[in-house]
């Protein structure tokens, strides 16, 4: 096994405290990872041989955000305001003060944001070490090209694990659709029709339930502005939107919005993920890193 990518497994038992290594070839070497030190992994990032990917938008006025129809209420992106610029209201310093809405951009859903978590966490008390995890990307981007309403099934998912092993213990299922070259237009990016419903493909039911109830996941995420698909899940029945409903409900997670997915491979990346801790907040956006072996 490579240096790099036992330190990605060092990683793991480190800062985890989560088994991440359902994917992986379980040889004698992998107990040396647990020798490995974080200085060990700062090292292979600094040699190259750990890439570190930013898989989170940059906050603008005007970004692409989420819109529900009437008579929902709606958040808004992102407003910068200036307080000084090197000038008579601060000669010597630049800041601002942003307002920015808990689910804008690059964000993560806590388990309180569905009324099936009411009673669950806020986004500043998820544990730490369940916002660091491997990451298990399902590429959907042909599929999603010619059906923009596309759902990952079950199926989809057991064809990943036919590829690549299980879907690792603690694992981020990542949903990669081609989304990210739409961003920054929010007419494109929100996939709305002539009509200007929106559309975008996301988890479907049925694989959903196959992984909160047959794996053992931290949460999903997706390179869209929803984690499903926004022109179906909103009429379904009998409950609207049944993926937030059932990955809230088991207390889970979600990230939505998630920048690059596309250079992630389909295994063997460590996502690490720090929303702003925003007390019993429903969600919170978020700087997302992915630690990828580049040999």
């Not at 399902?138 to 064809?159: F, G, H």
């Not at 879907?167 to 981020?172: E, L, M, T, W, Y």
Request: with cysteine; charged share 20%.
């Amino acid at each position: 096994m490579k240096r790099p990518a036992l330190l990605l497994i060092a990683l793991s038992f480190a800062l985890l405290s989560v088994l991440a290594l359902g994917h992986l070839n379980q040889s004698a070497a992998v107990p040396a990872a647990r020798d490995a030190s974080p200085a060990d992994l700062l090292s292979s990032v600094r040699d190259g041989g750990t890439k570190v990917i930013d898989c989170s938008y940059t906050y603008f006025e005007g970004m692409p955000g989420i819109k529900l129809p009437p008579p929902l209420a709606n958040t808004k992106t992102f407003e910068l305001t200036n307080i000084s610029r090197y000038d008579e209201r601060g000669p010597a310093w630049y800041w601002n003060w942003f307002s920015v809405g808990e689910h804008a951009g690059t964000h993560v859903d806590a388990p309180n944001h569905w009324i099936s978590g009411r009673n669950n966490n806020g986004v500043d008390r998820i544990d730490v070490s369940e916002l660091i995890a491997p990451a298990a990307v399902i590429d959907v981007t042909q599929k999603a090209s010619s059906n923009p309403d596309y759902e990952i099934t079950r199926e989809d998912v057991l064809a990943w694990e036919k590829a690549n092993g299980r879907i690792p213990n603690g694992a981020i299922v990542v949903m990669r659709s081609g989304w990210g070259k739409r961003w920054p237009d929010p007419a494109k990016f929100l996939g709305l029709d002539s009509n200007g419903a929106p559309h975008g493909p996301g988890f479907g039911d049925s694989a959903a339930e196959f992984l909160l109830k047959q794996r053992s996941i931290a949460g999903l995420a997706v390179d869209t502005v929803s984690t499903e698909a926004m022109a179906l899940a909103g009429g379904k029945k009998p409950t609207p939107f049944p993926v937030h409903f059932m990955v809230h409900g088991a207390k889970k997670y979600q990230i939505e919005m998630l920048a690059n997915a596309e250079l992630l491979p389909a295994k063997g990346a460590v996502l690490i993920i720090a929303p702003v801790k925003v007390q019993n907040g429903s969600g919170a956006p978020a700087r997302i890193y992915a630690l990828v072996s580049s040999r």
